[in-house]
């Protein structure tokens, strides 16, 4: 069964410091998405992106935010100068429109992203 | 936006049915009812999706009744895997939509 992979598994940095979490999306699928969630919280929407450019993004997503679809395979998240708070769980999903109606979403096993 | 409400946590055992039941009084009328299913330190799953009436696939059954204000989503007879949190969402407009997640039901399945 295809899936969506996430490397790396954990990721530690020093706040300030840049990070990029990468990506592969299943690969027939047309949109992408990152979420967070911050330990023993909800899940969080940050942004989808469709046609190589940004569909939706929340209020997270700021200007430290970045997404970018580098190749036909990758799908990243750079953040640019990392705070305390942004040590979470990154989750990649992708989905396929074919179903039209459908909320079908695949994610990832998601990035631990520790900033010290 | 439509807000959801579920039951913070629930407790069964194995081989029992589960119902866990979701409120969206304000759901409109273009909106899905979508139940994800998340274990610790993973991704959400996606379990099942519905507009109204009743939906069945090979994990769950989920029953819309004809006001679409409530959904349940029925889980036969679990299993101790079965043990995990079950989000309840409402999604509207296209693909491109990220997902809005509550703070979901935390399942617990005894043996």
């Known amino acids: 069964e295809p899936e969506v992979t996430q490397t790396p598994s954990h990721q530690v940095t020093q706040m300030g410091q840049e990070v990029i979490l990468r990506c592969v999306p299943i690969s027939n699928h047309l949109y992408f998405y990152w979420y967070r969630q911050i330990l023993g919280q909800k899940v969080e929407f940050l942004v989808s992106f469709y046609n190589n450019e940004i569909s939706e993004k929340s209020e997270i997503f700021d200007d430290q935010f970045s997404v970018e679809r580098p190749d036909g395979s990758n799908f990243t998240l750079k953040i640019r100068s990392t705070k305390l708070e942004d040590s979470a769980m990154y989750f990649c999903?992708?989905?396929?429109?074919?179903?039209?109606?459908?909320?079908?979403?695949?994610f990832g096993p998601g990035t631990r992203l520790t900033v010290t | 936006l439509a807000k959801t409400t579920q039951p913070i946590s629930m407790d069964s055992y194995e081989g029992q049915e589960v119902n866990i039941t979701c409120s969206h009084n304000?759901?409109?009328?273009?909106?899905?009812i979508t139940w994800y299913q998340q274990f610790p330190s993973q991704g959400p799953r996606f379990i099942i999706q519905?507009?109204?009436t009743k939906v069945t696939n090979e994990v769950a059954s989920l029953f819309i009744p004809a006001d679409r204000k409530s959904s349940t989503l029925s889980l036969p007879r679990v299993s101790l895997s079965d043990t995990a949190v079950y989000y309840c969402?409402?999604?509207?407009?296209?693909?491109?939509?990220?997902?809005?997640f509550g703070k979901g039901t935390h399942l617990i399945i005894q043996p």
């Open positions: 969402l409402v999604a509207t407009g296209g693909g491109a939509d990220g997902l809005t």
């Open positions: 304000n759901i409109a009328t273009n909106d899905y």
């Open positions: 519905g507009y109204k």
């Open positions: 999903a992708s989905s396929d429109i074919g179903g039209g109606h459908s909320y079908e979403q695949y």
